[in-house]
């Protein structure tokens, strides 16, 4: 299990480092085997530092992130590549996660001179037809090919395969299906789901709700670096009760939804009376915790649903719960 | 704005310093001894500038000093203006002779280099996407930046003064002549200065032209020239905002290429022996004139230091962006 | 197929309509970058005049194998075609034609290693910088502002004047060390813009160390800028060069193109009219420079189809 | 009829050939309209919102009209074509962010711009603030450069300029998607209050993201391949669509409520053909799944039902 506990990334800017900027302020949640977390925000937000601090490819200001308890900040030097055995990611552009000027199978090969040296050519093809197969790629139409010869959705396949050659237990995607077309993205999505079976968690960034509805067993809202809202995926979208929340959700295109219609259901309370007994007291917009302002904690309201909100304190939660 | 300033100055006098510092270093860490150099030398002098000399020579070289104590004097003469006597000037201070020839080498340079950089730019910005023009200037930019400046200067001399003799053939003004305020002097200072400087001037343009070419044709394929000519804006208008914003690399450009031109503008003086610098430097290696060497080289060094702040701040004047990041804008 | 402008992330866009050209594109890259090398007339023709003067300077010695600086007919004679000194004798009667194609040797020679050396200068602390970034961006930037406003041949100046006995060798190396600030500065924002890119994180993950991305991730996407690089160096190192020999400071013995227009001009080749002494070595310099830098701008076009006129 | 575009073909050129990006299309847009323009990338969708104001140099008209307003727009002479463009047609280019020129102040730059098309700026400064302060923004963005603006602002700002002159037809390439959804529906929004107040008569809104279309847009008009697939109201392209694939892709779209574990969504398998030299016949073939016979003959995008075309075989009968 990966878990985050009170991550915190803080940029010094100016040349000599003179102000700080958080980037992101005490993030807590685990990832269990076989569990997808979708972590929402909108640009600026933070989710991708969150997934890059996971990966080591930024380091972390403060807090810690632990697999199966061990201490990943302190993993150092050539220590990293066990990590990377277990911890891997794929990434939002398709076409800048392959260096333009060599095939795309390369992905594999550094793979294969990094941690399977060794390996019998028969043995490593073996193993890359089974991976590619797993994320239903055909070997003919995708090996020795350049990456501007291949689909996005190709692509990402290839960078999730990429991922199942070694044994790793946590996979960051990070907005991995936004730039594939409509009509690709889904399958990728469900990919992305059944690897799940494998026992393998998932960190699943995104922008966009209906996605992150659509995947995930657990969902955390991030809001310039911090955690408004998180808990049980039905029970985030069944119950939005952070103004931030509400907006996003009020905000995100629907298919069958007109905004006004969506605005309207959110007004008002959800799930017979019950809810966020305080959005009267906020626009949509609403009031949030501003970074600098002393902070919200995140309140359980119900089972496996927290919330960061000023006027939350517990008394009134326990009359909601 | 300040904290800008603060760095680009930091930097000019962390360059000083280790110019400076090479200046003090060399004598002492090359081969050969330069003390023998100068003993050899000195017959040239009268017992007192002898004296002087040596005085002045013990105080920098002096071996009868720890190094760092060497250092401080060094500087602190350095800092009186005190760069030694010239061996070549038969004892004259170094810090005379150079301030006697450099009116002649910033006349030279000064105009030169603000010409050329005008005329360059416009030229380039005319010729790119105009085919027939772009045929005829690129190839003559091309030819002129790959010119050496002392071969143009050995050409035009050769042709317009040797041969056709419209132009004196070398000097800053005639040995008939002594400096004066008249209109005959004048008038041979100029006669004599225009060769030099057209060799300077031809070179340079020929690589502004193609430098504002090159960069121009970038910002017309660039999104807002695009966003212009869709919503129908004339060509005119198009081009005006590109070239403002090709010139502001040439502007980068020109502090990046100071350095080559000074070295253009001595070479230069050479072939036309023009009293500027470069004619010294070149007496002074050929009489192993260290001391007149090294004022130059510190005169030279400050003289590119100063420049390179000017453009700074002219940058700053004429790039919004740069004052806005300053001012804190949401860049 | 070069990262150099243009590093957009916004491949929506981008792919749209115009993205979509199926032929192999793996081919396409070579075939295009063929096809317009040849289309190109800019890269053509500086080629053409750089392999002649390569030639020159290769065989030139081995034909004319008379000693650049021995008396080799009468002084100050006219370029003539018969008995040998077809470029004319010098004030001495040394033969211009064999201390021409010499220059040019030493000028190839200091052009390739000088300029070699400032390219890897200039690549590594452009590389180290742009990847590491932070504090060692911070102190490698100070370095190379500092570098970039002396005037180098200021330096060099004072320096060579120093030395009793100077090479071609010593001339190219020195040459090196002082001419790779702009490189390093241009090679650093290169390096910065592809660091953000995602197969560089990619990179990493496969477990790579630092060195490892930048030898076979960011250099060999930035090859084709660094090649142009070194072309400018390259065309630098020889105009420097020929400064230098003219004040006198060249290879002390040897012969190269700036030597002798320096002795042309202390043995009053001007005032003598020996113009077949000067001109060679000038006209050698331009034809090497200036092929050098318009195959420069050959190369930018055809690596970089912005600049290609439809 | 506001615009009407008939068999309009525009080709790219490219080192392997001719690329058939828009290859004989017919439509129109009324007055009023928000048409949305939706598809894959590399469907077409950008160079025919291009075609319509600016042929760049690797874009080669080769037949077909534009007609807007009943005036014959002459899409293939460049000169012609600029009294239309910022007057008649205008557009909010996919490159907002960097659509204004860095180093001029924004009201300076246009001011020079609309001078530039013979009006006096001091005219229609007023109209030009009241704009400003209808979008939400500050009257002094005059006074500022474009890096002082926030990418919302930019967007707007730009907006703003293109409708200045009250175009007849407004092209808005892609301009929410690279925003935040709470950003993105403002914007849609804004183009909608642009359409009601009047600033442009009809608008195509070119995307890849239909939940917007569906939320902004009146009708809405499918491409696949350089073709037309289907046109038809909003409603009945997200409810009750006819050419399989304007199906399949709505049907592949995850929006909130749906989830994997209750209901697995699919998408189209395959990608679309090469447009160097795409197949004879329904460029969707390929990938249908009720492809036959007929379908290796070019289905005609004909009307179906009221406001409704489709090019199918199966939905306009074999016979058609």
Redesign the interface.
Same mark, same amino acid.
Request: no cysteine; charged share 15%.
């Given at each position: 299990m990966l878990s985050l506990n009170k991550v915190s990334k803080t940029y010094k800017i100016g040349?000599f480092g003179g102000q700080d900027l958080i980037a992101v302020r005490d993030v807590s949640f685990d990832i269990s085997p076989g569990e997808v977390v979708s972590l929402i925000g909108e640009s600026g937000s933070g989710k991708t530092t969150v997934g890059k601090m996971v990966l080591k490819l930024i380091s972390i200001s403060s807090g810690s992130i632990t697999l199966d308890g061990a201490d990943v900040a302190s993993i150092r030097g050539s220590a990293v590549k066990p990590y990377y055995r277990q911890v891997q990611g794929v990434f939002q552009d398709p076409f800048s996660s392959y260096n333009p000027i060599f095939k795309a199978d390369r992905v594999f090969e550094m793979i294969r001179s990094e941690y399977f040296a060794g390996m019998a050519r028969s043995e490593w093809s073996d193993k890359i037809d089974a991976v590619l197969r797993a994320v239903t790629l055909d070997p003919g139409q995708v090996l020795n090919k350049y990456p501007h010869q291949l689909s996005g959705g190709q692509l990402q396949r290839l960078l999730v395969a990429r991922a199942l050659l070694l044994d790793i237990k946590v996979l960051v995607a990070d907005e991995i299906i936004s730039m594939l077309d409509a009509s690709t993205r889904i399958d990728v999505l469900n990919l992305l789901a059944d690897l799940k079976s494998r026992g393998l968690g998932i960190l699943f960034i995104t922008h966009d709700l209906s996605l992150g509805n659509y995947i995930s067993e657990k969902t955390v809202i991030l809001r310039r670096g911090e955690v408004v809202e998180m808990g049980a995926t039905e029970k985030v979208f069944g119950r939005p009760t952070h103004p931030y929340t509400r907006l996003l959700l009020s905000s995100v295109p629907q298919l069958h939804k007109k905004w006004a219609t969506i605005e309207a259901e959110l007004a008002a309370p959800i799930g017979g009376g019950k809810g966020c007994l305080f959005h009267d007291a906020y626009p949509l917009a609403g009031r949030n915790p501003q970074p600098g302002s002393d902070e919200p904690t995140l309140v359980k309201i119900e089972d496996d649903h927290y919330v960061g909100c000023f006027d939350l304190d517990s008394e009134k939660v326990a009359r909601v719960a | 704005m300040r904290?800008y300033f603060g760095?680009k100055l930091f930097?000019?006098l962390?360059?000083f310093f280790?110019?400076a510092t090479?200046?003090w270093l060399?004598?002492r860490f090359?081969?050969?001894d330069?003390v023998a150099v100068l003993v050899t030398k000195t017959g040239v002098f009268s017992p007192t500038q002898a004296a002087e000399m040596v005085k002045y020579y013990t105080n920098l070289f002096g071996l009868n000093q720890p190094l760092p104590v060497q250092y401080l004097n060094f500087w602190t003469s350095l800092l009186h203006g005190n760069l030694g006597l010239s061996v070549y000037g038969n004892g004259t201070p170094v810090f005379d002779m150079i301030m006697a020839a450099a009116p002649y080498t910033l006349a030279l340079l000064v105009p030169a280099i603000l010409l050329s950089w005008w005329a360059g730019n416009s030229f380039g910005a005319l010729a790119a996407r105009r085919k027939w023009l772009d045929n005829t200037v690129l190839?003559m930019g091309?030819?002129l930046?790959?010119?050496?400046?002392?071969?143009?200067a =050995?050409?035009l001399? #050769?042709t317009l003064s040797?041969?056709l003799r419209i132009f004196p053939?070398s000097g800053g003004y005639g040995f008939n002549l002594e400096p004066t305020f008249t209109w005959l002097f004048f008038t041979d200072l100029v006669a004599h200065w225009i060769l030099p400087f057209l060799s300077l001037f031809l070179v340079m343009f020929g690589g502004w032209a193609?430098g504002m070419r090159?960069m121009i044709?970038?910002e017309l394929?660039?999104?807002?020239s695009?966003?212009?000519?869709?919503?129908?804006?004339?060509q005119?208008?198009i081009r005006k905002?590109a070239f403002?914003?090709a010139m502001?690399p040439q502007i980068t450009g020109l502090?990046?290429q100071?350095?080559?031109i000074?070295?253009?503008a001595?070479?230069t003086e050479?072939?036309f022996s023009y009293p500027g610098l470069g004619h010294l430097?070149?007496a002074?290696?050929?009489n192993?004139d260290?001391f007149l =060497?090294?004022g130059? #080289?510190l005169f030279?060094?400050i003289g590119?230091?100063l420049a390179?702040f000017i453009v700074d701040i002219v940058y700053v004047l004429v790039?919004?962006?740069t004052r806005?990041?300053m001012r804190g804008?949401?860049? | 197929m070069t990262a150099i402008?243009g590093t957009s992330t916004d491949v929506t866009p981008a792919v749209d309509d115009a993205g979509k050209i199926p032929a192999p594109a793996a081919k396409r890259a070579r075939g295009e970058l063929l096809f317009f090398s040849l289309r190109s007339k800019k890269f053509v023709i500086s080629m053409a005049v750089l392999l002649f003067l390569a030639f020159l300077a290769i065989f030139g010695p081995m034909v004319d194998s008379t000693d650049p600086l021995a008396q080799a007919g009468l002084p100050m004679r006219h370029p003539t075609l018969d008995a040998g000194n077809w470029f004319g004798t010098t004030y001495f009667g040394d033969d211009v034609f064999s201390q021409f194609v010499n220059g040019l040797r030493a000028s190839f020679f200091v052009g390739f290693l000088g300029g070699g050396l400032g390219a890897l200068i200039g690549m590594f602390v452009g590389f180290v910088a742009g990847y590491r970034g932070g504090w060692v961006d911070e102190i490698l930037n100070?370095i190379t502002?500092?570098f970039?406003?002396?005037?180098?041949?200021?330096?060099l100046?004072?320096?060579t004047?120093?030395?009793?006995a100077r090479g071609v060798m010593f001339e190219a190396i020195f040459i090196g060390i002082t001419s790779w600030p702009?490189a390093a500065r241009a090679i650093r924002a290169q390096t910065f813009s592809l660091r953000s890119r995602d197969f560089i994180d990619l990179a990493k993950l496969s477990g790579r160390s630092g060195w490892k991305v930048i030898v076979f991730e960011i250099a060999p996407n930035m090859s084709s800028y660094l090649f142009l690089t070194y072309i400018l160096l390259f065309?630098g190192a020889i105009?420097?060069a020929?400064?230098l020999d003219?004040?006198?400071?060249g290879p002390t013995g040897g012969m190269s193109l700036?030597l002798m227009?320096y002795n042309?001009?202390t043995w009053a080749a001007?005032?003598l009219?020996i113009?077949w002494w000067?001109?060679p070595?000038?006209v050698g310099?331009?034809?090497?420079?200036?092929a050098?830098?318009?195959m420069n701008?050959g190369l930018?076009e055809i690596f970089n189809p912005?600049?290609r006129e439809m | 009829m506001s615009l009407q575009v008939s068999d309009l073909r525009v080709y790219y050129r490219t080192l392997a050939g001719d690329v058939k990006a828009l290859d004989g299309v017919t439509f129109s847009i009324a007055d009023k309209e928000i048409m949305g323009l939706a598809g894959e990338s590399g469907c077409g969708k950008s160079t025919l919102g291009n075609s319509l104001?600016?042929l760049?140099g690797r874009m080669k008209y080769v037949g077909g009209s534009v007609n807007l307003d009943g005036a014959e727009v002459p899409i293939w002479d460049d000169n012609d074509?600029?009294?239309?463009?910022?007057?008649e047609v205008?557009?909010v280019?996919q490159?907002a962010m960097?659509?204004?020129?860095?180093?001029?102040?924004i009201g300076k730059m246009v001011s020079?711009?609309t001078e530039?098309?013979g009006l006096r700026f001091r005219e229609i400064k007023e109209e030009l603030d009241r704009r400003i302060d209808l979008v939400g923004l500050d009257r002094d963005v005059l006074k500022?450069?474009p890096?002082?603006?926030?990418g919302g602002m930019k967007q707007r700002m730009?907006m703003v300029?293109?409708t200045l002159l009250d175009p007849s037809l407004l092209i808005a390439d892609e301009i929410t998607s690279a925003l935040d959804v709470s950003t993105q529906r403002a914007v849609a929004e804004t183009l909608v209050s642009f359409r009601d107040h009047g600033f442009v008569k009809s608008m195509m809104v070119i995307t890849h993201d239909i939940s917007i279309l569906y939320q902004i847009a009146d009708s809405i008009l499918i491409m696949y391949a350089g073709k037309l697939a289907e046109k038809a109201p909003t409603g009945t392209i997200i409810d009750k669509p006819r050419h399989p694939y304007t199906q399949m892709l709505v049907s592949s779209l995850p929006e909130v409520g749906v989830r994997y574990v209750n209901k697995k969504l699919a998408g189209i398998p395959g990608s679309p053909p090469s447009l160097l030299d795409p197949p004879t016949g329904c460029r969707f073939r390929a990938r249908c799944p009720f492809a036959f016979s007929k379908c290796l003959e070019e289905p005609p995008f004909v009307e179906v039902d009221t406001d409704h075309s489709v090019a199918c075989w199966k939905v306009s009968g074999p016979d058609a």
């Open positions: 040349t | 904290r760095r930097t000019y962390l360059t280790v110019a090479i200046d060399i004598p090359m081969p050969g330069p190839p091309y030819i930046t790959a010119t050496p400046y002392m071969w143009l =050995l050409v001399s #050769f040797f041969s053939l193609i090159n044709i970038y394929e660039s999104d807002y695009r966003y212009l000519a869709s919503l129908g804006a004339p005119g208008l905002y403002r914003n502001l502090a990046l100071l350095g080559v000074v070295a253009g001595l070479v050479i072939v430097v070149f002074a290696i050929n192993e260290y =060497l090294q130059i #080289f030279i060094i590119v230091l390179n790039d919004p962006r806005v990041a804008g949401t860049a | 402008p100070m502002n500092v970039l406003v002396i005037p180098t041949l200021a330096v100046l004072v320096i004047s120093y030395l009793k702009w065309g105009l420097i020929a400064s003219f004040i006198g400071l700036g227009m042309s001009v001007l005032q009219g113009w000067f001109v070595p000038g310099i331009i034809a090497l420079v200036g050098l830098y318009v701008v930018d912005k600049l | 104001i600016r760049d074509m600029v009294p239309f463009r910022f007057r205008s557009v280019p490159y960097s659509a204004m020129n860095p180093t001029r102040k020079e711009l530039s098309r500022r450069y890096i002082e603006l926030s730009v300029i293109s």
